[in-house]
């Protein structure tokens, strides 16, 4: 018989693989053998094991794909490696509207700070504006985090199998 961590050749009355130190389970040593020698059981077991590895493999490279999605330029992943999969085209939607989002949000805060770097050589207005600036920068700064929850949080309940939604905007469907 052979082990069934490292395929090493054990002896029938062995106990741990001398080459890994498995141990042999006892329901494997007391059915090794049928009438010709060959352990059907046991070699199918081990068949069904692989089987299952193999489905579920597709299924952890799926949800890495999607996963990345999250990461707002690399929405269209999902898309290339697994088209016809509604998760994947859920989460390339959810990728595509946080860089719309993050995109929007940039060009908003830029205008409103360069208004502001406007009004600052105006000498009446300096005093009021830097402080209402500073308050925009932290509102600014506030939803960039926000954003990056959103990334971090999509990321994490893809890789375990679960669909995220961003708050408020993750039911609009650009991607159909």
Request: aromatic content about 12%; charged content about 10%.
């Amino acid at each position: 018989m052979y082990c069934s961590k490292c395929g090493a050749l054990i002896s029938s009355d062995a106990i741990f693989c001398p080459k890994c130190g498995t141990k042999v389970s006892s329901e494997y040593t007391q059915n090794t053998y049928n009438s010709k020698g060959w352990n059907y059981q046991s070699n199918q077991q081990n068949q069904n094991q692989n089987w299952n590895s193999f489905q579920q493999a597709p299924k952890t490279n799926r949800n890495l794909w999607c996963a990345l999605a999250y990461i707002p330029v690399l929405f269209w992943l999902p898309l290339v490696a697994d088209s016809q999969n509604p998760l994947s085209k859920k989460s390339a939607n959810q990728g595509l509207l946080l860089l719309i989002l993050n995109v929007i949000v940039q060009v908003i805060f830029s205008v409103i700070n360069e208004i502001f770097d406007f009004t600052d050589h105006f000498f009446f207005l300096s005093f009021p504006m830097g402080i209402l600036s500073s308050i925009i920068n932290m509102i600014s700064i506030i939803i960039h985090l926000a954003l990056v929850v959103c990334v971090i949080v999509g990321i994490v309940r893809t890789l375990n199998g679960e669909e995220f939604e961003i708050p408020i905007v993750g039911k609009i469907q650009l991607i159909k």
